[in-house]
Antibody, heavy 124, light 113 residues
Framework: DVHLVQSGAEVRKPGASVKLSCKFS????????IHWIQQAPGMGLEWMGL????????LYAEKFQGRLTITADTSTDTAYMELSSLRSEDTAVYFC?????????????????WGQGSLVTVSS | DIVMTQSPDSLAVSLGERATINCKSS????????????LAWYQQKLGQPPKLLIY???TRESGVPDRFSGSGSATDFTLTISSLQAEDVAVYYC?????????FGQGTKVEVK
């Protein structure tokens, strides 16, 4: 089974940036698209964006365009999410999750597995 | 964007009774090319990440108890817990993967009456 292990909690001041990591337990990063999901306190799940580690192609939700950068390092089987110009509304738990790519005709699939989540607190 | 709307927002069910959660999409998530509905259900317990329960609208993930079932097609879907157990207390989300951005319902909180 593939497991995703995320980096720990972070505290940042408004205007700063944060970079979170998501490590695959096995060398299978390129078998998946990696997505990042935001969950504000007491709220639902919001899709932020995705990366195809095979070619580095990314797609971002309009809400996060210009502030969000998702990258992947296939040599360490780790994906990263960097959010800049932080504001208090960015206080949330951030999850990475994976969508398996199934050749020969990879179409959209569900999210599984999920990382344990990383809490980011933005406070002055 | 495809908007996913769940109902109710919360429900309280007695142990052993049936719980039913509805999910409606703003446009069809059915693909005629493979006759599949691009709809998944997740369970999120307090302090935990979401867990996949159902995909293709009705296919139960391996290891998920058979009291969980999914049904529906096109724009209207249902998650049913046939006999609620104490460990089923959680928030349940539907999610479409037909289009990008991927979108979730707002969640339905299930509690024990």
């Amino acid at each position: 089974d593939v497991h995703l292990v995320q980096s720990g909690a972070e505290v940042r001041k408004p205007g700063a940036s944060v970079k979170l990591s998501c490590k695959f337990s096995s060398s299978t990063l390129t078998d998946y698209y990696i997505h990042w999901i935001q969950q504000a306190p007491g709220m639902g799940l919001e899709w932020m964006g995705l990366i195809d580690p095979q070619d580095g192609e990314t797609l971002y939700a309009e809400k996060f365009q210009g502030r969000l950068t998702i990258t992947a390092d296939t040599s360490t089987d780790t994906a990263y999410m960097e959010l800049s110009s932080l504001r208090s509304e960015d206080t949330a738990v951030y999850f990475c999750t994976a969508e398996k790519v199934v050749p020969p005709a990879p179409g959209p699939r569900w999210f599984d597995p999920w990382g344990q989540g990383s809490l980011v607190t933005v406070s002055s | 964007d495809i908007v996913m709307t769940q109902s109710p927002d919360s429900l309280a069910v007695s142990l052993g009774e049936r719980a039913t959660i509805n999910c409606k999409s703003s446009q069809s998530v059915f693909s005629s090319s493979n006759s599949k509905n691009y709809l998944a259900w997740y369970q999120q317990k307090l302090g935990q990440p979401p867990k996949l329960l159902i995909y293709w609208a009705s296919t139960r993930e391996s290891g998920v108890p058979d009291r969980f079932s999914g049904s529906g097609s096109a724009t209207d879907f249902t998650l049913t817990i046939s006999s609620l157990q104490a460990e089923d207390v959680a928030v349940y989300y539907c999610q479409q993967y037909y289009g990008t951005p991927r979108t979730f319902g707002q969640g339905t909180k299930v509690e024990v009456k």
